[in-house]
């Protein structure tokens, strides 16, 4: 019983520590699928019931990967009778494959960029906040401010433009380039 605890505890902070990679995996097996989140859902379930055959020690992201995968062709072969895009078996092999091995620069990227984040101004931090994250219009926001929406989306580009370059040059400072 003690044992079960603690691979229980350690199941959990295994899952939470990959989460955002399993659910990015999932949603990259579905592109522009609304229900990606419930898939992912549905594969942390089975991630939990089937617990007890996970060995501790190995790779647990390549054994959570796998479930995820096989959550994605149920729930693909539950939409068979939709009219979309289907991929073939060895085609979604290929993606599949992919995708994983690029997950870890994903996690590499998303850090680069939250540290390049802290490097700007606060009002550039706010335009990028305001362009990605609120609902109201580029416009809306440059009266608020007091700038004209043409200044606002030049200033977006140089600002994403120089994002890009600073996540480059974080990412090549650690040699994760291949």
Known sequence: MENESKQDVEIVSLLTEHQSAIRFYIASLLPGEVRAADVAQQANLTIWDKRGDFELGTNFKAWSFSIARYEVLNFRKREA????????????????????????????????????????????????????????????????????????KVSLHRLRTALAQCIEKRIDGKGLRT
Not at 97 to 120: F, N, Q, T, W
Not at 129 to 147: I, P, Q
Request: with cysteine.
């Open 81 to 152: 009778r939709d009219a979309r895009l289907q991929f073939s078996d060895e085609l979604e092999e290929i993606i599949s494959g992919e995708i994983a091995s690029h997950i870890d620069d994903i996690d590499e990227r998303h850090e680069a960029l939250r540290e390049c984040m802290k490097k700007l101004k606060q009002s550039d931090r706010d335009l990028i906040h305001h362009r990605y994250f609120e609902v109201s219009s580029l416009t809306d926001y440059a009266e608020k401010v007091g700038r004209s929406a043409a200044g606002l």
